[in-house]
């Protein structure tokens, strides 16, 4: 079986300034530089005839490159706090890639979960932390910001469960297409 997600990968300078906010927090559990990512789509475990039919969806999407911009700090889990992330600026581009991403899953029989869309990436799974705690150490970093850097794809990754945590390793990449404006017309 293949534990899989749907996710935009950072570059290595803004995974960098992400780390930047990885201390004073006591009970987090800083996630490792590697697997920073925001997720587009949590699909869960399938087999390899689901993973095939996956890749070849989302094969099939046509969305457009775009710039992002992460920002700000909150959590989720409102009472008990359970992870610390970073959001994904509002950007309509970012929103339409992920609603073809959910669109190509669900036409393929794998729906998503009917949670809104929250773009975030997260810095830390919590335990044991206030919501007071929390809060606190949101609005000190609540004016992070960095970016925007160019979005040209998107991958589908394989979680790998372990003992140190998860790992994750991209199965496939799908390249996003030059933006409508950037196309030169046809002569």
């Known amino acids: 079986m293949h534990r899989l997600f749907v996710a935009i990968s950072l570059p290595e300078i803004v995974a960098d300034a992400l780390t930047q906010l990885q201390s004073g927090l006591r009970g987090a559990r800083w996630l ?12 869960g475990e399938v087999d390899r005839h689901g993973l095939n039919e996956i890749a070849g ?12 911009r992460l920002s700000g700090c909150d959590f989720f889990g409102d009472k008990k706090p359970r992870a610390l992330w970073v959001g994904g600026g509002a ?13 190509a899953l ?14 975030h990436v997260t810095l830390a799974y919590l335990s044991g932390v206030s919501q007071d705690a929390a809060a606190l150490y949101c609005a000190s970093h609540g004016l992070f910001s960095v970016g925007p850097f160019p979005v040209t794809d998107f991958h589908l990754y394989e979680s790998h ?8 390793e991209i199965v496939e990449s799908y390249a996003l297409t030059a933006p409508a404006e950037a196309i030169a017309p046809a002569q």
């Open 32 to 43: 490792p530089v590697e697997n920073f990512h925001l997720t587009l789509a949590f699909i």
């Open 57 to 68: 969806a989302l094969d099939a999407i046509s969305a457009p490159r775009f710039d992002l």
């Open 106 to 119: 669900s036409r393929s029989g794998f729906p998503l979960e009917k949670r809104k869309f929250t773009p």
């Open 91 to 103: 950007n309509p581009a970012l929103s339409h890639l992920q609603s073809k991403v959910g669109v």
């Open 161 to 168: 469960l372990g003992s140190e945590g998860a790992h994750y």
